[in-house]
């Protein structure tokens, strides 16, 4: 990249500089062209990506474009997720649907950012078939965005790539747009160190890096002056909290052994949140600690998401999870025991290589036990580049029949589970206007659990107590109690 100025080298101040810098170029369009440049930014994925998103869209914004739906979109940035192989396939069919708009003038700029961009044999067949693409990067150089468009935008090069291998620097404190005004996210860590062969999380991620407890704690007391009511705590796995910190602690030199469980505690401990989740959380270091900071604060919302992936022990070794059936199901009646209100809800993957008739009804039998209030069941997807890729696959007509029951399973016990509540009057977050009943809201219970009910828009944001009426499976009805 060449540029004919100096930009300041320490971030975020060189962000800020390019940020200022494309506020000019855009300045400029607005003045030529008689109209503001749009955008719009698609997020696949999990939460990391999405508070990335909202980081992307907050520079945007600043820079001076006006977001609006896909189709009417001058810039386009999709935010990729990269779990699965058909999440590639997915977002080359939006390529070939946008290359006829690109060449129709009307629209000007295509971004790719996020997990795929970290595969280089994804980039280089995006660069080979799709050349009409202007931006990508990975999820390592997402916060140079603007310095990355400003050098697309003042024309020096009509292709822009820069992917890391590995993080460099971790960058804070960019400007961001939330989806929501009293709820939001807060990353504890980056990247995974369990490396499941399945998954390829930890290379696309990176290893894990904690986040020191003062600038979480500080984010969290900005949040709750600003409004923010609830916080959900997010890493790959929070248990890990504690390793590798990005930066010099106070409280890390008074407590070198400061962990997740502290850390909930003292989020929970500032005034004005009144509710506190996270995610995700790994089976294999679940601690009895932990457990008793979710029992003993009423702010820790009674949700846990545990993924089990497979009932079978022969299946776990083989997906390199470090649990048993039986040691996953010992810590699920502990969690029981201990906080009997608590809402469970889990991933199950059929299909992984070399799995059995005998080992599906061990995820059966896992599904039984447990008692989930939802489980999210999916069919395995080999990633190019996992140790799980290399194994033999099951063939897809046997994996279906076997999904069919699993998912059969699932659907006859969060059914039966998560009508447990039906009758009962709680407290619930109302957090939109529902989509589909014309004058109803959703919210959310402490459980996770979705509630549609009667009332005004002017609710949303704030805490009601509703009557549940009725049970439909993954929701329930329900009505203001006054």
Do not use: W
Not at 29 to 55: L, W
Not at 158 to 178: A, D
Not at 342 to 349: G, K, P, Y
């Amino acid at each position: 990249m060449y540029y004919d100025f100096v930009a300041p080298t320490k971030e975020p101040d060189r962000q800020e500089f390019f940020i200022n810098k494309c506020h000019e170029l855009i300045e400029e369009y607005i003045e030529k062209k008689g109209k503001t440049p749009t955008y719009h930014v698609t997020t696949f994925g999990c939460q990391m990506n999405a508070r990335d998103s909202e980081k992307l869209t907050g520079i945007l914004d600043k820079i001076g474009y006006t977001e609006v739906e896909e189709d009417e979109a001058d810039f386009i940035i999709y935010n990729t997720c990269t779990v699965r192989e058909n999440a590639n396939q997915r977002l080359y069919g939006h390529l070939g649907q946008l290359k006829k708009r690109k060449q129709a003038g009307t629209l000007q700029l295509i971004g790719i950012c996020g997990c795929m961009m970290q595969e280089p044999e994804t980039v280089a067949y995006i660069k080979d078939k799709f050349p009409f693409v202007d931006l990508m990067f990975g999820t390592f150089n997402f916060y140079k965005m603007a310095e990355l468009l400003y050098t697309r935008l003042a024309g020096e090069e009509s292709q822009v790539v820069e992917v890391l291998s590995e993080p460099e620097i971790n960058v804070e404190n960019l400007p961001e747009r939330k989806k929501y005004s009293f709820k939001s996210g807060v990353n504890i860590m980056y990247g995974c160190n369990n490396f499941c062969t399945y998954c390829i999380v930890p290379y696309v991620r990176g290893r894990e890096r904690s986040r020191t407890p003062e600038d979480i704690l500080e984010e969290c007391r900005t949040l709750a002056a600003n409004g923010y009511v609830e916080i959900m705590l997010l890493g790959q796995n929070v248990n890990s909290y504690g390793v590798n910190f990005l930066g010099e602690s106070d409280i890390l030199k008074a407590n070198p052994e400061y962990d997740f469980p502290e850390l909930l505690s003292d989020v929970c401990a500032i005034d004005g949140i009144e509710r506190v989740r996270f995610m995700t959380s790994h089976p294999k270091d679940l601690s009895d600690r932990l457990i008793e900071a979710i029992k003993n604060n009423p702010k820790v919302c009674r949700h846990l998401h545990l993924p089990v992936q497979s009932g079978s022990t022969r299946i776990l070794k083989a997906m390199n999870r470090r649990y048993t059936k039986e040691q996953y199901l010992e810590l699920v009646d502990k969690i029981r025991r201990e906080i009997p209100d608590i809402s469970l809800t889990t991933d199950i993957m059929v299909g992984f290589p070399g799995e059995t008739e005998e080992d599906i009804q061990d995820t059966i039998d896992v599904v039984n036990k447990a008692g989930y209030d939802q489980a999210f069941t999916f069919i395995y997807s080999p990633r190019t580049g996992t140790p799980a890729a290399k194994m033999e696959q099951i063939p897809a007509e046997v994996t279906s029949e076997r999904f069919s029951r699993v998912l059969e399973a699932v659907r006859e016990n969060s059914t039966r589970i998560s009508s447990r509540f039906e009758g009962q009057t709680v407290t619930v977050l109302v957090e939109d206007i529902n989509d589909h009943n014309e004058g109803y809201l959703t919210g959310r219970m402490s459980q996770n659990l979705v509630v549609h009910f009667p009332g005004d828009p002017s609710l949303i944001g704030t805490f009601q107590k509703i009557k549940l009426l009725e049970a439909k499976g993954f929701y329930y009805l329900g009505e203001l109690v006054k």
